[in-house]
C-alpha cells in the first residue's frame, strides 16, 4: 500500500449509524468465496440476494469489538471479535433443528459441529468475520485491521477464528497456528486456527486517526 493510502486508512470502532455499510463489505467479501458457493449455489443472483439476507441479520450487539477500516469516511474493511467467556461460537444454535429449509438446516448443523470444537478449547476469544472490500485486497488493509483487533484482545488468552483453505497462509504469517478442523455439511471442512495473546506484548505504535485507548495488556475477562 502506498504511503498516502496507508496513512489516510483509519482503523477505528464502527458506530451504529455505519453498521449498514460494514453489512455491506461482509456481504460483497463473502458472496463468492467457496463456501458461498456450496451454501447457496452457483447462481449468481441467487447466492447474492440469499446470503445477503443471512449478512443483514448481524447485529452489532452481538460483538464484544467492532472495528472497521475507513477510506475517508467510507467503511472498506470489517473485524468482528468476541472476548474471552463470550465467545458466539461456544453457545452454538438452539438444540431443535429447522425443518424444511436446506440452508437453514445447513447452517444449524455446522454451528453445532463449531461450537463443540470451541468447547473443547480452553477459554479464549473469538474472530467471527475479516474482511475486506474484494477490490482492495492486496493493499495490507487486512493486516491493520488484525494488528487492531488483537491489540485489543486481553493477553493470556487464545484468540480463535476459522477460515477456509485458501485463507490459511495469510493468518499463518501472522502468528496463528491450525489447531483442528470443523465438519461443513455445505462442503470442504472449515479450520480453526488460535494464536495467544502474550502478557507481555509489546503496545501498537499509534498510527494517523487510529484508536488506542483500548490497549490492554493484562486484562483479565470475567
Known sequence: MAGGAVAALRVR????????????????ALFDEPFARQTYGESV????????????ALRREHYSIALGAFAGRVVVGVVLASLPRACRACT???DTAPEGD????????????????HRAQPAHAWI?????????????????????VTARLPAGF????????H????????????????????????LLLRRDIDEDRTPPQRRPGEELNAYRPAVRAR
Open 13 to 28: 470502532t464502527i458506530q451504529a449509524h455505519e453498521w449498514p455499510g460494514a453489512v455491506g463489505v461482509i456481504h460483497r
Open 45 to 56: 443472483l441467487a447466492r447474492w440476494g440469499r446470503s445477503y439476507e443471512d449478512y443483514v
Open 92 to 94: 452454538g444454535p438452539s
Open 102 to 117: 436446506t440452508v437453514e438446516v445447513m447452517e444449524w448443523q455446522y454451528g453445532c459441529d463449531r461450537a463443540a470444537v
Open 128 to 148: 467471527s468475520k475479516m474482511t475486506v472490500e474484494p477490490p482492495l485486497h492486496g493493499l495490507g488493509i487486512g493486516r491493520r485491521l488484525l494488528g487492531a
Open 158 to 165: 487464545p484468540v480463535l477464528l476459522e477460515c477456509e483453505t
Open 167 to 190: 485463507r490459511e497462509s495469510f493468518y499463518l504469517a501472522s502468528g496463528f497456528r491450525r489447531v483442528t478442523t470443523i465438519s461443513d455439511p455445505a462442503g470442504a471442512d472449515v
